[in-house]
């Protein structure tokens, strides 16, 4: 049993009224609750993780993009965490914070020099290419499902398109997929098998670093390996975990998420039969609104500082509240509502740690292939099961589906499909 981790740190009263980041309030009305915390404390909230582990999650606009571009204020390398005294060593969150040698959490030169190569590396992609490799994968998996007249679009489509995708990119075997589904998941849940399921991730990098040198090709990992960065082969694959963790969950939720917001949303509905206009605008919406990555951990204090009206002490964990941030009445028209085309969200982050832009570029063609291709050959599709009845996954960390039943017409197939 995981020894639980003593609540409220001393000094810290705040702490003493700390919402809890577990539960099912957060698995069905994350809104409210960001809502609600707003009320209480501001655009800074004292909450606690599992096992009683106190943090700071940021959910102001301006107050998220201060901790992210203040570098010298709130650092990103997780060892000068004040609480790691009293972690245990199988706190199934863990993996999400122990300081490992990878992108996630350098600093300063170091960092640059890591995301120069992943940039360049991303960089280098051919966008016509790309998109019409996401339109041989879509079809594929929708013949996998197109002769049945029902499918879960989560499981047989939104969690495999962006790791056939990454797989193609990275130089990895299809016939991983499952495998790499399953480990990415039980990482991101932090249940009891997380440390295990990173682990394995990074035997896989390994392998495929130790292939690819031996073996180059026209892949990100072979031209990661070259870049004039000098990266070496335990950097390389410590970083392409970190890519494709952050390439897959992320774009898979946003794919499911704009589905599901076109499926249940009558300002869309009527656009399900040949009208591709709406597409950009659930992709857009869903970012806003339901914004695949809710919490990012995080930042940790580099010295005493005060943010939000709270006192931070140094070495405290801070966390990102994306979607909290998005949410912001600040950054909302007076309705509530985001401005239709405003990109202005913060689901990539923000300062020298946000997802790079090639990156963001490579998950919109994605996501948008996605659902484009999935309309255009399902157009009558339809949510198999009431709304209300869509479970969520319990997690405080992303705004993702279990499963996204949905039922059409079967159709004809184009050939290709997975065995």
Not at 195 to 221: C, I, N, W
Not at 314 to 324: E, I, M, S
Request: aromatic letters at 6%; a negative charge; hydrophobic letters at 45%.
């Amino acid at each position: 049993m995981t020894e639980s981790v003593p609540t409220p740190p001393p000094g810290c009263p705040a702490h003493r009224a700390a919402a809890p980041l577990y539960g099912p309030r957060f698995q069905t009305d994350p809104t409210q609750v960001y809502r609600e915390l707003r009320a209480a404390h501001g655009p800074v909230a004292p909450v606690e993780l599992a096992g009683g582990v106190p943090a700071w999650l940021v959910i102001g606009y301006r107050e998220l993009q201060l901790v992210t571009s203040q570098p010298k204020l709130f650092g990103r390398d997780s060892s000068r965490w004040n609480a790691w005294p009293r972690i245990p060593a199988d706190w199934p969150l863990r993996p999400m914070m122990t300081p490992v040698p990878s992108i996630l959490y350098t600093e300063g030169t170091e960092h640059q020099r890591r995301s120069s190569a992943i940039t360049d590396t991303l960089a280098a992609v051919d966008p016509y290419e790309l998109t019409k490799y996401c339109e041989r994968i879509a079809d594929r998996l929708i013949d996998s499902f197109a002769g049945r007249g029902e499918a879960d679009l989560v499981a047989e489509y939104a969690h495999r398109m962006p790791l056939l995708v990454l797989c193609w990119l990275l130089g990895l075997d299809d016939a991983q997929v499952p495998v790499l589904i399953e480990n990415l998941l039980a990482m991101l849940d932090g249940g009891p098998d997380a440390q295990q399921a990173s682990q394995r991730l990074l035997t896989v990098m390994l392998e495929l670093v130790e292939a690819k040198r031996a073996e180059p090709g026209a892949d990100l990992t072979s031209r990661l390996l070259v870049h004039p960065a000098g990266l070496s082969d335990d950097e390389v694959v410590r970083d392409l975990r970190v890519l494709l963790a952050a390439g897959h969950q992320p774009t898979a939720y946003w794919i499911a998420n704009a589905l599901r917001l076109m499926l249940t949303d009558d300002r869309f509905a009527a656009s399900l039969v040949g009208g591709r206009r709406s597409v950009g605008q659930a992709l857009g919406e869903a970012l806003w609104e339901d914004t695949p990555t809710q919490i990012f951990a995080g930042r940790w204090a580099v010295r005493d500082t005060q943010l939000g009206g709270q006192r931070i002490a140094a070495g405290d964990l801070v966390l990102l509240g994306l979607a909290g941030a998005n949410a912001d009445p600040a950054v909302r028209q007076p309705t509530g509502e985001a401005a239709e085309g405003n990109r202005a969200h913060l689901s990539f982050s923000h300062g020298e740690h946000r997802c790079p832009f090639p990156a963001q570029e490579a998950a919109e063609v994605i996501a948008a292939t996605a659902v484009e291709v999935l309309l255009d050959r399902l157009p009558d599709l339809r949510l198999a099961v009431a709304e209300h009845a869509l479970v969520w996954r319990p997690s405080a960390w992303v705004r993702a589906l279990v499963a996204l039943p949905v039922g059409f017409t079967p159709s004809t197939t184009t050939g290709g499909a997975f065995g």
